[in-house]
């Protein structure tokens, strides 16, 4: 009973409540592997029909899902027509980034009333602007692309060792896998190219058998995908590292609130679509 009176006392708090802004980030949809993900890989870039890199017909529905998702959620608000004013949508200069950009734009923003320019099968499109900075380095959404040698300094004293115990554990299914397929060598730095291979997996590609091969108790893929958490967590997982990757964007957050609650700008709707944030430099494919 009294848990329900607790609950409803926080509906009344949160209806009761104005909500005047939002601020969103997004990464780019599914897309293509970057390359081919390893030598002997029977799938190459024909099977992508957008190519390598690119996003593919899910990703792009994963963007127009958010920008739905978006308007059920904000159009009563924040988000009821697109307004330049108010709207202000912000791409990492990257083909998939844009293009994601794109589609949450396409769900979030359907033409109504006297917006609607056409009637038949563009009907519930318009076009939006989307800002991106074409060439510049992106330190707010692509922070992975900027050389930041502290960065480097922190992340390499908690790296190396990290680095020598799964090249020592693993040592023996990398050899494996080297043969198997057919990449020159297979080490820390370099065994998240395989995890390309979940891509496929996600695309109900075909797999040869050796990927259920059993390595010290665990199939080959779950080995791969484990790896990919730890070289993954590994890179922002101390506030150091956090603040290096991540402190530019959160100022971002921060400085727009403060501006909005100021009327330094009427921008309300702040949306940023973003590409590699958290990918180690060495092994990005940009
Ligand atoms: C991909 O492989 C197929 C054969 O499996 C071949 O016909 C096609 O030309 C190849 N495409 C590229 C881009 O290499
Ligand atoms: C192998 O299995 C043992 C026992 O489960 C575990 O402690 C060890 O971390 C595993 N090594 C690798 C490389 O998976
Ligand atoms: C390398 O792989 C081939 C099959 O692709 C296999 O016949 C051979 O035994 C393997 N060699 C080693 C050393 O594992
Ligand atoms: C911003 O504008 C609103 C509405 O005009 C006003 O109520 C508020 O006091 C202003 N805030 C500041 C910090 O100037």
Redesign the pocket.
């Known amino acids: 009973m009294i848990r329900i009176l607790l609950l409803s006392s926080v509906f009344t708090y949160v209806y009761s409540a104005n909500l005047i802004m939002m601020q969103a980030i997004w990464r780019h949809g599914d897309r293509a592997p970057g390359d081919l993900p390893y030598p002997k890989d ?1 799938y ?3 099977y992508w029909p957008r190519g390598w890199d690119q996003l593919t017909n899910k990703g792009i529905w994963q963007a127009v899902e958010l920008g739905i998702w978006l308007r059920q959620r904000y159009g009563a608000t924040v988000l009821p027509v697109f307004n330049k004013n108010k709207v202000f949508i912000l791409s990492s200069d990257s083909e998939r980034a844009i293009e994601t950009a794109q589609g949450v734009s396409a769900g979030l923003f359907p033409p109504v009333d006297d917006r609607v320019w056409e009637s038949s099968y563009l009907r519930y499109w318009q076009p939006t602007p989307i800002q991106t900075a074409y060439g510049t380095i992106d330190a707010l959404l692509r922070p992975t692309k900027v050389d930041c040698p502290a960065y480097d300094l922190a992340n390499e004293q908690e790296e190396s060792p990290i680095a020598a115990q799964i090249n020592n554990e693993y040592g023996q299914m990398f050899k494996w896998l080297q043969n198997t397929t057919g990449m020159e060598s297979i080490d820390f730095w370099n065994i998240n190219d395989l995890y390309d291979i979940q891509r496929e997996l996600d695309h109900n590609m075909p797999q040869p058998s050796w990927l259920n091969q059993v390595f010290n108790g665990t199939t080959i893929m779950d080995h791969i995908r484990e790896l990919k958490r730890i070289t993954r967590n590994q890179e922002f997982n101390s506030p150091t590292k956090a603040k290096f990757r991540g402190g530019y964007l959160v100022n971002e957050f921060l400085k727009n609130m403060e501006d909005f609650k100021a009327n330094k700008t009427e921008k309300n709707a702040m949306m940023y679509s973003s590409v590699n944030l958290f990918e180690n430099i060495r092994n990005a494919k940009f």
């Open positions: 029977r190459n870039e024909t």
